[in-house]
């Protein structure tokens, strides 16, 4: 399984984004999805869940209302849409997912900076 994440850049505060993930390989051992960031100097921060069916859906306080996850598994495309951008989401975004076969696969991460 490989992830490929797009969709990032450079935007002014109060901006939106979506971010995109493509999963490549089988998929059929995933149950979840995830979106991580990480700041610099900063943990990488787990920050929403998606199970496969879309029947879970769990956002850091950090993002909740302003963020929302979603996968077209038709697609095997996991989506990050981002509104209300703050200069504290600044930061590396990776897609992650849990793969009962081979546990977990990490995109590449995409840079996403905001501005004030």
């Known amino acids: 399984v490989q992830l490929v994440e797009s969709g990032g850049g450079l935007v002014q505060a109060g901006a939106s984004l979506r971010l995109s993930c493509a999963v490549f390989g089988s998929t059929i051992s995933i149950n979840a999805m995830n979106w991580y960031r990480q700041a610099p100097g900063k943990q990488r921060e787990l920050f929403a869940t998606i199970t496969n069916t879309g029947g879970y859906i769990n956002y850091a306080d950090s993002v909740k209302g302003r963020f929302t996850i979603s996968r077209d598994n038709a697609k095997d495309t996991l989506y990050l849409q981002m509104n209300n951008l703050i200069p504290e989401d600044t930061a590396v975004y990776y897609c992650?997912?849990?793969?009962?076969?081979?546990?977990?696969?990490w995109g590449q991460g995409t840079q996403v900076t905001v501005s004030s």
């Open positions: 992650n997912a849990q793969d009962l076969r081979v546990g977990n696969v």
